[in-house]
């Protein structure tokens, strides 16, 4: 998929994407320009179609220990957990996860989010899961 057009000016590659309606664009002037007019929330099955894709192309993998990747079976176990599935439930869980994926420094979002009793509970979760 690649980088997309700002769909606001046409000129520029897009940086950034509307928070209520996804659009591309590429500056502050552009998406002052878009919230002239109302936007909307796409539906959920578009929502959920467009961040898994493009979160997909638009951060690669950096590793820095390969025992870091999770192996197959791991992850099977996680997607399998009605626990996990439980926890991801939790609004205030959802917007930690929601920091780390948008943010410009994940790293630094990630160890503040393991200050959070919710997060830690859900990274106790994981581990429980994928190593029992």
């Known amino acids: ?8 000016c046409s000129e520029a590659q897009s940086k950034y994407k509307c928070p209520s309606c996804y659009v591309p664009y590429c ?10 007019f109302p936007c909307e929330k796409p539906s959920a099955q578009e929502d959920k179609t467009t961040v898994v894709s493009e979160s997909l192309v638009e951060k690669p993998l950096i590793v820095d220990e390969p025992i870091e990747v999770l192996q197959k079976h791991q992850l099977d176990a996680i997607v399998s957990s009605s626990e996990i599935r439980d926890a991801l ?15 410009a420094n994940p790293e630094n979002e990630l160890d503040k989010a393991l200050d959070e ?6 990274t106790d979760k994981i581990l429980s899961t ?3």
């Open 1 to 8: 998929m690649g980088l997309k057009q700002c769909q606001v």
């Open 27 to 36: 500056s502050l002037a552009c998406f002052k320009n878009h919230k002239e």
């Open 89 to 103: 439930n939790n609004k205030t869980l959802q917007e930690l996860i929601c920091r780390i994926n948008c943010s």
């Open 117 to 122: 009793e919710a997060f830690h509970l859900f």
């Open 130 to 132: 994928i190593n029992p």
